[in-house]
T-cell receptor, first 117, second 113 residues
């Protein structure tokens, strides 16, 4: 099976702009999670989508939002960009079921490196 | 929420020696503990995982142990090779059915040839 793909791979934006990142999960996986990776804060959970519904959410401001489509592809949007939003944004695909009785393994995409200037 | 601590932050070993990375977690409800390897400029790669109903799991040169009572788990790499050099992250999933992983801060492992 093809792995998790993310587009674009690199992005440069200016403060105040908004950005949309895309993630295509492994075929058959219905769960997509998003993480932010920075040198200072490490890997932090943003949110998870399952069957087009947000199932879990991390501690990020409302400027960070996402959605999932019927084909399980997911997008993440960040509005009013700040310098501190510069990071590697990773999505992870999981064969998680609903309702889940156990956590499932997650497979990461290559990430989108966002630079805010 | 869950808090995962990881030690050491850096680790250097001679090729052929063993490497051990330790993590502790705070929430006794956590039941899934994966380990990821991230090489420079690449995605985190799942290398091994363990669930709370198992105390130890091994896959070739890699093993993970879990002590639920003490709330800590460890990654053991034997017969290290230069290609094992990378940053390793431990993680914990707080509850069943949840796919939000809480990550440790990472260990940079360097294997010296």
């Amino acid at each position: 099976k093809a792995g998790v793909t993310q587009t674009p791979r690199y992005l440069i934006k200016t403060r105040g702009q908004q950005v949309t990142l895309s993630c295509s999960p492994i075929s058959g996986h219905r769960s997509v999670s998003w993480y932010q990776q920075t040198p200072g804060q490490g890997l932090q959970f943003l949110f998870e989508y399952f069957s087009e519904t947000q199932r879990n959410k991390g501690n990020f401001p409302g400027r960070f939002s996402g959605r999932q489509f019927s084909n399980s592809r997911s997008e993440m949007n960040v509005s009013t960009l700040e310098l501190g939003d510069s990071a590697l944004y990773l999505c992870a695909s999981s064969p998680s079921k609903n309702p889940g009785l156990a956590a499932y393994e997650q497979y990461f995409g290559p990430g989108t490196r966002l630079t805010v200037t | 929420g869950e808090n995962v601590e990881q030690h050491p932050s850096t680790l250097s070993v001679q090729e052929g020696d063993s490497a051990v990375i330790k993590c502790t977690y705070s929430d006794s409800a956590s039941n899934y503990f994966p380990w990821y390897k991230q090489e420079l400029g690449k995605r985190p790669q799942l290398i091994i995982d363990i669930r709370s109903n198992v105390g130890e799991k091994k896959d070739q040169r890699i093993a993970v142990t879990l002590n639920k009572t003490a709330k800590h788990f460890s990654l053991h790499i034997t017969e290290t090779q230069p290609e094992d050099s990378a940053v390793y992250f431990c993680a914990a999933s707080m509850r069943s059915g949840a796919n939000n992983l809480f990550f440790g801060t990472g260990t940079r492992l360097t294997v010296i040839p």
